[in-house]
């Protein structure tokens, strides 16, 4: 059995460094509950339930996902808790469309809460995932790596840190018209190179927050579209990747490519493609919200996922050929994760952002004409990958 899916109810608090008034798991019930009240769903409607749940050392509980079951409706009901790093939000949108797709329920709630700021060292936190031996000592990190990655192409294609800096400022200006993101205002590109240098060429500013707060979709076949929204967003094309979670495995002479060439976009992008009848993504694709925790982020997906060649992201940027206003695809509207990163629910996010601006939902950030959008998340350093994309219309088999 093929469903269709369609999103038809989604929510996302505000995002910041701390959210004291609500616990974990009243976080999260607020985004169940917001997300089922979009959707003029009851808990009785949801027949299964996907918890998007990173890392919960962040806030010294295990397994936050059992603590939260009956705050998210879920007693009773099918639950899962979904873990793929900073991809896991992405990651819980396609379990839960596989859920539907399958015809194993109608529809399916995806809930998840994000307190990172609760420890005051989250990357060490982080590293915990690294070989006590051989990685964790040198010091491998989330930061030193995107620094790799951004060296790299920097010398590569000739770019500079002033066109780093361009991202940074495009971001924060977009996040201005989003009531939920957690960094927006009018920056200059001297002001991110001005920010305190973490890791060359890497600056403070090109590099994310740490946010907390929680978001939920809610995804149904086609017979809970008609019943609940007239306007769906349908998902017509998933693909996820995994690679080795050995780093240096990437950049080893017997590697098929280098480690900065990022195969798994590619990879999962062609497959994407291909299930929602997608031939050339800078014409079809209006609007993308693409998870870019680092200014160098975004631009390695838009040349893998090809809106453009490789070694042009960032000079097409000094021409504003991803702006809302003017542009040939508006890039993250939303700010992206450049303004806000709930690592829990960040691919959810996005994904959210971008069902909204096909279901005309977006608010301020809405952008004209939008028939696709795709979203992506990315986990571990480059491990996982995956990328959605929703319509105005269904595609059929």
């Known amino acids: 059995m093929n469903e269709t899916v369609a999103v038809l109810g989604t929510f996302q608090t505000e995002f910041r460094t701390h959210h004291l008034r ?15 009240h979009d959707a003029g769903m009851t808990p009785d409607d949801i027949g299964a339930i996907v918890f998007s749940l990173g890392p919960t050392t962040f806030m010294g509980v295990a397994d936050a ?30 379990a839960a469309y596989n859920l ?3 015809g194993l329920h109608r529809s399916v709630l995806i809930v998840g809460a994000e307190r990172i700021a609760e420890t005051p060292d989250a990357q060490k936190v982080l590293n915990l995932i690294f070989d ?26 000739g770019n500079t840190q002033e066109d780093l800096a361009r991202v940074v400022v495009r971001a924060r ?6 009531p939920h993101a957690h960094l927006k205002g009018i920056i200059t590109v001297a002001d991110v190179m001005a920010s305190p240098m973490i890791s060359h060429p890497l ?4 590099i994310c927050p740490r946010s907390s707060g929680s978001a939920a979709m809610v995804v149904g076949n ?16 998933v693909a996820s990747r995994t690679t080795t979670h050995w780093f240096g495995d990437r950049m080893t002479p017997s590697a098929d490519s280098d480690f900065f060439d990022f195969d798994v976009v590619a990879s999962a992008g062609r497959e994407c493609y291909g299930r929602a009848n997608i031939s050339d993504p800078l014409s079809e694709i209006q609007v993308t919200e693409l998870y870019d925790p680092y200014s160098i982020t975004a631009a390695l997906q838009l040349e893998r996922l090809r809106f453009c060649s490789p070694g042009t992201a960032l000079k097409l940027e000094r021409d504003g050929y991803w702006n809302v206003e003017g542009g040939a695809v508006a890039v993250n509207p939303s700010g992206g994760t450049l303004c806000t990163n709930p690592i829990a629910v960040a691919g959810l996010v996005r994904a959210i952002d971008a069902a909204n601006q096909v279901m005309g ?8 004409g939008v028939r696709n959008a795709i979203s992506s998340s990315v986990g571990g350093i480059g491990q996982f990958y995956n990328c959605t994309i929703f319509g105005t219309e269904p595609v059929g088999d």
Request: proline share 4%.
């Open 173 to 178: 200006r977009n996040a201005l018209k989003n």
């Open 203 to 206: 600056k403070l500013f090109d």
């Open 22 to 36: 609500h616990t974990f798991v009243e976080q999260a019930q607020i985004a169940a509950a917001g997300a089922l």
């Open 222 to 237: 086609m017979d809970m579209a008609r019943r609940f929204q007239p306007r769906p967003a349908f998902i017509n094309g």
């Open 65 to 94: 996902d059992r603590w939260a079951i009956d705050y998210v409706f879920g007693a009773g009901k099918p639950m899962l808790r979904v873990h793929t790093g900073g991809a896991t939000g992405g990651s819980a949108v396609q």
């Open 361 to 368: 939902k977006a608010g301020a950030m809405q952008v004209s």
């Open 100 to 102: 539907v797709r399958a």
């Open 132 to 157: 006590v031996f051989y990685e964790r000592d040198m010091p491998l990190a989330t930061n030193t790596s995107a620094a790799l990655w951004a060296t790299r192409y920097l010398e590569r294609y």
